[in-house]
């Protein structure tokens, strides 16, 4: 891992994603096979519930979803009323009526439903593989998000032992780090100026202060904790998105373990796993599952949509992952196999998008609480 030299470079790229590779995620997303990226479905659904109040809602909170299979960054940013009604939506853009009230009462302030098919004559034929795969995938989602839910009213704040004060108060050795990305916000640093010293390009896209924080977390489970900066804006950028994620090497210098870009993003999951969100212009994605072990990030799984390879069944888990390198987007050859840049091959296995939905809501982002760059 590259050791910073925090004023006078531009390491960040150091651990950026392999040039070439444009994204799919939330605050990254510029889908080619898909139109509008996840980020403007963010932005225009969050328009909409504010006028919502005023006037009668004619838009959809995923569109364009029954063309492409949605990822947590696409629907992160929705409370539980919304995430329900996601769901729904996929039926009510095929016609079906509902017998909640409630639910048939907001699809019927909407200018492009009509609702023909009643209830009980409405059967999952009707949809394709786009949308019962994101009917599943939401369904999944929602379990999670419970359980989360759950698990956090027993476990302490960021998962951070009571016993570990370091962890959550931080290290004065990230000072500096900090002084920079605080300068870059309140002074509205320009993309030239943020390369120059070394700080994340993201933080241009920051309209205000109050939308970058950062926060000190023990993801390895080490007793230090590392520094998170990140978006405080969960409805722009997704739950659990951030930006830079920062450890102390045993010299007691700042390195940087990952850093999101136009090319990928990062979120941070419950349970410490850093998810990793990826797409190739041919609009084939991957989402890596990543582990902080020892100061390196370790895939533990991977999962690729590659419709190139099947239409009807796109899914694919690459297995033998352990020695594969967690920096860029791997490429499947001609034998189903995954080959990383350095060559190494990892087994390529359709799965059912059933077990890719389950598998995608097994690592769900996490609110995470930064504290504002005022």
């Known amino acids: 891992m590259k050791k910073m030299n925090v004023r006078f470079t531009a390491a960040l790229a150091a651990v950026m994603i392999a040039a070439g590779a444009p994204a799919v995620p939330a605050f990254a997303v510029q889908r080619d096979s898909v139109p509008g990226s996840a980020r403007e479905q963010a932005s225009s659904a969050r328009a909409v519930r504010e006028r919502d109040s005023q006037t009668m809602n004619s838009q959809y909170l995923l569109p364009d979803s029954d063309t492409y299979y949605i990822t947590e960054a696409d629907i992160s940013w929705m409370d539980d009323n919304e995430l329900m009604m996601a769901r729904n939506e996929f039926y009510a853009r095929r016609g079906r009526k509902f017998a909640t009230k409630s639910i048939q009462d907001y699809f019927n302030r909407q200018g492009w439903y009509e609702g023909t098919i009643e209830p009980d004559a409405f059967t999952s034929e ?87 924080g950062y926060l000190y977390r023990d993801l390895d489970g080490d007793g230090n904790g590392e520094l998170l900066i990140g978006p405080t804006d ?16 045993d010299d007691g210098i700042p390195v940087q373990v990952a850093s999101s870009d136009e090319g990928c993003a990062y ?5 410490n796993t850093i998810r990793r969100e990826m797409t190739g212009d041919d609009g084939r994605w991957e989402i890596d599952y990543l582990d902080l072990n020892g100061g390196e990030l370790v895939c533990k799984d991977m999962l ?71």
């Open 267 to 271: 979120y941070v999951c419950e349970d």
């Open 126 to 212: 009707m949809f394709n593989r786009y949308e019962q795969a994101n009917v599943d995938f939401i369904v999944t989602y929602e379990k999670k998000r419970k359980e989360i839910r759950q698990q956090k009213e027993r476990k302490p704040v960021n998962g951070l032992a009571d016993s570990n004060p370091t962890a959550d108060r931080g290290d004065e050795r990230y000072g500096e780090i900090l002084s920079l990305y605080g300068d870059a916000v309140h002074e509205g640093w320009t993309e030239e100026e943020v390369e120059y010293a070394g700080v994340n390009r993201m933080v241009t896209g920051v309209s205000v202060p109050e939308e970058l």
């Open 304 to 374: 690729v949509m590659d419709e190139s390879k099947d239409t009807e069944e796109p899914w694919f888990v690459v297995e033998n992952i352990g020695e594969m390198e967690s920096g860029g987007l791997a490429i499947a050859d001609g034998n189903d196999r995954m080959v990383d840049e350095e060559g190494f091959q990892a087994d390529y296995e359709p799965i059912s998008y059933e077990d890719a939905s389950e598998l995608r809501a097994s690592y769900v982002g996490e609110a995470l609480d930064y504290t504002a760059f005022k």
């Open 234 to 249: 969960t409805q722009k950028y997704g739950e659990g998105a951030v930006f830079d994620i920062y450890r102390i090497d």
